[in-house]
């Protein structure tokens, strides 16, 4: 059955457009990452403190719109909301590519295009994750999810490497194009889907700022996403920052690399979240999904501190790579858990609320990281980062444990 059903989904035509849309953006993603991430940290030499500052300013569209953006989806044609989102986002990417071409560039310069790409990426996303139930039958939509869920963890094990070595050869402005490139192959294909489906229903409307604040008051009132929710924002507050700007400098203090060992770990890390992606759609788990998803925290702190000591490109590769597998059991079971405690109306809402809630704490991440690196080793950033994991995930298993007993015993009070 399972093999008749995949291929019967690249036979649907609309389906099989959203998936090669998805596909082609994905690696255009992938060697977008590595352009800005050199071009900020080597060609415009701005070093730790300039990846922090792009971060910070990233984050903002995410916190000003994260919870909107899900909401206004929901009432307008999600396929149009894609063709114009990739068309901003090629529009965007040529621009850099032209302002490294005739060396107009500058950190400001990066920033915008930054903040950019993600007001646009703020309303693809929630429309794609929003429109798939419309193309594709409820039984066929678990492999449908894992198909596109594959597709860009492939994405990302291939382009970082790649993406390392087109830059040492074409440069970024080259790499800006073939991404602006994919986005428009996005478009077009997006723009052929069959319209209907895509247009939102006639439920009645509340006040904008009234229906976006459902998510956030199911996520007070559910003690198991509220506690998901604080591990999560504490995750990103020690693992952010280092992730974002530590790593290149690490590379090159620890050892002595440069582009291309960066692509190589960062092909690690992929590498480890699709093995997670290929062995969560085959494994039951029997564990409670809150569980995983705080004990996940933990081992990931470990991993990431005995990271930080690793001496060769070798044992730092494979240390992403269990980072990634880590992270990624970790990130199916809290969208697993998510899609089973959420309703369904609610569940877009709901999920724009736990990400833009979960990344309140990243611009201080990100921040003090910055300002640690011009004080502090990589090595001991990282260590330090790995430690702060490992307290957090530590202290909410404790919790998810005491609320899991505490659910126990109010079960077995109603019995009685």
Same mark, same amino acid.
């Not at 291929?7 to 800005?36: C, E, F, K, M, N």
């Not at 490294?100 to 295009?113: E, H, K, R, T, Y």
């Not at 290929?278 to 990431?304: D, E, N, Y």
């Given at each position: 059955?399972?093999q008749r ?7 649907q035509?609309d389906?099989?457009?959203? %998936? ?8 255009g ?8 991430t %050199?071009?900020?940290y080597?060609t415009? @030499?701005?070093?730790?403190p ?7 300013a990233l984050?903002?569209?995410n ?13 307008w044609d ?9 068309l901003?986002?090629a529009?965007?990417?040529?621009v850099?590519?032209l302002?490294? &071409?005739?060396?107009?560039?500058s ?5 915008a295009? *930054?903040?950019?790409?993600? #007001?646009a ?10 429109? #798939? ?5 409820s ?8 198909m596109?869920?594959t597709?860009?963890? $492939?994405?990302s094990?291939?382009t970082?490497?790649?993406?390392a ?5 074409i440069?970024?402005?080259g =790499?800006?194009l073939?991404?602006?490139?994919? &986005?428009?192959?996005?478009? &077009? ?7 209907g ?8 409307r ?8 459902d998510? !956030?008051?199911f996520?007070a009132?559910h003690?198991?996403s509220? !506690?998901?929710?604080l591990? $999560?924002?504490?995750?990103q507050?020690?693992a ?6 530590i790593?290149?400098?690490?590379v090159?203090v ?18 480890g #979240?699709?093995?997670?992606?290929l062995?969560?759609?085959f494994v039951r788990t029997?564990l409670?999904l ?6 996940g925290? &933990?081992?990931?702190?470990?991993i990431?501190?005995?990271?930080a000591f690793? %001496?060769t490109?070798a044992l $730092?590769?494979?240390?992403?790579v269990?980072? *990634?597998?880590?992270n ?6 809290n969208s697993?858990r998510?899609? =089973?405690?959420?309703p369904?109306?609610?569940r ?7 990400f ?5 704490t ?5 921040a003090?990281?910055?300002? !640690?690196a ?5 090595v001991?950033?990282?260590a @330090?980062?790995g430690? *702060?994991?490992?307290?957090?995930g530590?202290a ?6 005491r ?6 015993q109010?079960?077995?009070s109603?019995?009685?």
């Amino acid at each position: 059955m399972r093999q008749r059903l995949v291929p019967g989904l690249l036979r649907q035509r609309d389906y099989r457009l959203i %998936w090669t849309a998805h596909t082609g953006s994905v690696v255009g993603d992938g060697l977008h990452s590595v352009a800005i991430t %050199w071009l900020t940290y080597s060609t415009l @030499g701005a070093g730790a403190p300039g990846l922090a500052a792009l971060g910070i300013a990233l984050v903002i569209p995410n916190l000003a719109l994260g919870i909107l953006s899900g909401t206004l989806v929901d009432r307008w044609d999600r396929r149009r909301v894609m063709v114009y989102a990739d068309l901003a986002r090629a529009t965007i990417t040529g621009v850099l590519a032209l302002s490294v &071409f005739a060396g107009f560039v500058s950190l400001p310069v990066v920033i915008a295009a *930054g903040i950019g790409m993600i #007001l646009a990426s703020q309303f693809f996303g929630p429309a794609q994750g929003a429109v #798939l139930p419309a193309y594709v039958a409820s039984d066929q939509i678990v492999q449908a999810n894992a198909m596109l869920s594959t597709s860009r963890q $492939a994405a990302s094990l291939l382009t970082p490497g790649i993406g390392a070595l087109l830059f040492a050869a074409i440069g970024p402005t080259g =790499l800006f194009l073939i991404d602006g490139a994919s &986005f428009v192959w996005s478009a &077009f294909l997006v723009a052929r889907l069959t319209p209907g489906p895509a247009l939102p229903g006639p439920a009645p409307r509340r006040p904008l700022l009234q229906e976006a604040g459902d998510g !956030l008051r199911f996520i007070a009132n559910h003690p198991p996403s509220r !506690l998901v929710t604080l591990v $999560a924002a504490g995750n990103q507050l020690f693992a952010s920052g280092p992730f974002r700007t530590i790593i290149p400098l690490w590379v090159s203090v620890q050892l002595g690399g440069g582009v291309v060992e960066y692509g190589v770990i960062m092909s690690g890390l992929a590498a480890g #979240l699709l093995v997670a992606n290929l062995t969560m759609s085959f494994v039951r788990t029997r564990l409670p999904l809150v569980a995983i998803v705080v004990g996940g925290v &933990f081992v990931q702190g470990a991993i990431w501190a005995a990271f930080a000591f690793a %001496w060769t490109l070798a044992l $730092a590769t494979l240390a992403f790579v269990a980072l *990634g597998v880590a992270n990624g059991v970790l990130n199916a079971a809290n969208s697993a858990r998510l899609q =089973l405690t959420v309703p369904s109306e609610m569940r877009g809402r709901t999920f724009a609320t736990f990400f833009t809630t979960m990344n309140l704490t990243t611009p201080i991440s990100l921040a003090v990281t910055g300002t !640690l690196a011009t004080l502090v080793s990589p090595v001991a950033i990282i260590a @330090g980062s790995g430690l *702060g994991l490992m307290a957090v995930g530590g202290a909410g298993f404790m919790a998810a444990l005491r609320q899991l007993r505490h659910e126990r015993q109010t079960a077995a009070s109603s019995m009685d």
